[in-house]
C-alpha cells in the first residue's frame, strides 16, 4: 500500500505548503487561503512516493469555532478519487483533534457542491456523518452542464425571445479584460440596493480579490454602446469549472432581461475554454430562504440541481 503521512500547518507560506496532486479549486489554495481574514490550520494528507498532497483541508477560527472555509463560498475537505478510505478518515480525525487542542468547541465545513465532484462529495458526507457530524445546512446549486449545443438551443422559448429582443437591440455580450474595478464594485452596490439585496461580500474585499486575481475573478459584461446593461463577476474555480459569482443587470434595462445574454456569453466562454461546468450559485433571499423565481429561471435556462451541504460537529 502507498504510505501516506497527515502534515499539520499552521498559516505556513504558500511555498511550504505541499504541491495537490491534480487541479484544485482555488478556494483550497495557499495565495487564496492567505487572504481569507486570519491564520488558518491546514491539514494535509501527503502521499510519500510522489510527495504531493492528495487531500487537504484549511479551517479558521471564529470565536469558538473552526470554520472552514474563511472567507469563500466552500471550503472543507478536497481530496483525489484515488485516495484510500482509510487515510480520508485519518485525516477528517486529525482536523477534529487539531480543532480541539486549539480550545475549540465546534467544527463547521462548507461543502462544494456535488456537481463539482460527485463522487469525493458522496465519500466525504458519508465520511462525516460516520464520524458524528450533523448536516445543519443543504442548499440547491444550480449549473449548466456545458456540452456542444449552442446556448439558445437549449433554453425555454419566452427566454430565447429575450435573447432575441437583446440582439435586435444592439447589446452585446464581452470580457472586460482590464476592468476598472471601482466601477465594477459601484454598479454591483447600486443595482443591490435597487432591487432590496445587500451586497454578500464586503465592498473592500470584492476590490482586493479584483486586483490580486485578476486571471481568476474575470468579469464580463453585456453592453448598450459604452453603458453597462448588466455585468458579473465570474470565478475560475477549478480550469474546469466557472462560477457565475456576482451577476446583476441595470433596472432600466428590466424589459430585455440582458441577464439572459450575459449567461449565453458566459456560456459560449466555457465552450470556448474547456469549461464544463458553468456553476450559476443557489438561489435564496437575504434571511437565505429559497427564491423561487430566481430558481425558475434558472430552471427556465435549462440549469440542473445539486446539493451542496453544510456539517456541524460539537468537539
Known amino acids: 500500500m502507498t504510505p501516506y503521512v497527515i502534515v499539520k500547518q ?9 504541491v495537490y496532486a491534480q487541479p484544485g479549486f482555488l478556494f483550497n489554495e495557499g495565495v487564496h487561503l492567505r487572504q481569507q481574514e486570519g491564520g488558518f490550520h491546514l491539514i494535509t494528507a501527503l502521499n510519500q512516493v510522489t510527495r504531493q498532497a492528495e487531500a487537504r483541508c484549511a479551517f ?10 474563511g ?19 485519518g485525516l477528517v480525525q486529525t482536523i477534529q483533534t487539531t480543532a480541539q487542542e486549539s480550545g475549540l468547541r465546534t467544527l463547521r465545513l462548507v461543502n462544494y457542491p456535488h456537481c463539482y465532484a460527485p463522487e469525493q462529495a458522496n465519500r466525504l458526507a458519508d465520511t462525516l456523518l460516520a464520524q458524528g457530524f450533523r448536516l445543519i445546512g443543504a442548499d440547491q ?10 446556448f439558445e438551443r437549449t433554453i425555454d422559448s419566452s427566454e430565447r425571445r429575450r435573447l432575441m429582443k437583446c440582439r435586435r437591440a444592439g447589446l452585446r455580450f464581452s470580457q472586460w479584460e482590464r476592468p476598472a474595478i471601482a466601477d465594477v464594485v459601484a454598479f454591483l452596490q447600486t443595482t443591490r440596493q435597487h432591487q432590496g439585496y445587500r451586497l454578500t461580500i464586503q465592498p473592500e474585499r470584492l476590490t482586493r480579490l479584483l486586483a490580486t486575481f485578476p486571471d481568476q475573478f ?15 463577476v465570474a470565478v475560475r474555480v477549478r480550469a474546469d469549472i466557472l462560477y457565475n459569482f456576482l451577476p446583476a443587470s441595470h433596472p432600466d434595462y428590466r424589459t430585455f432581461s440582458p441577464m439572459v ?26 434571511d437565505r430562504r429559497p427564491k423561487l423565481s430566481l430558481m425558475r429561471f434558472k430552471r427556465n435556462l435549462g440549469a440542473q440541481s445539486s446539493v451542496k451541504l453544510v456539517f456541524e460537529k460539537t468537539l
Open 71 to 89: 472567507a469563500a463560498p466552500f471550503g472543507s475537505v478536497e481530496f483525489t478519487n484515488a485516495l484510500p478510505e482509510a487515510v480520508l478518515d
Open 10 to 18: 499552521y498559516n505556513p507560506q504558500p511555498d511550504d505548503i505541499p
Open 261 to 286: 445574454m450575459l449567461t449565453d456569453g458566459l456560456f459560449a466562454y466555457c465552450q470556448c475554454h474547456q469549461i464544463r461546468l458553468l456553476d450559476l450559485g443557489i438561489s435564496v433571499d437575504n
Open 218 to 232: 474575470p468579469v464580463f459584461v453585456v453592453w448598450d454602446g459604452d453603458t453597462i446593461a448588466a455585468l458579473t
Open 141 to 150: 446549486n444550480q449549473f449548466l452542464p456545458v456540452g456542444t449545443d449552442a
Open 60 to 69: 479558521f477560527t471564529r470565536a469558538e469555532q473552526a470554520i472552514s472555509p
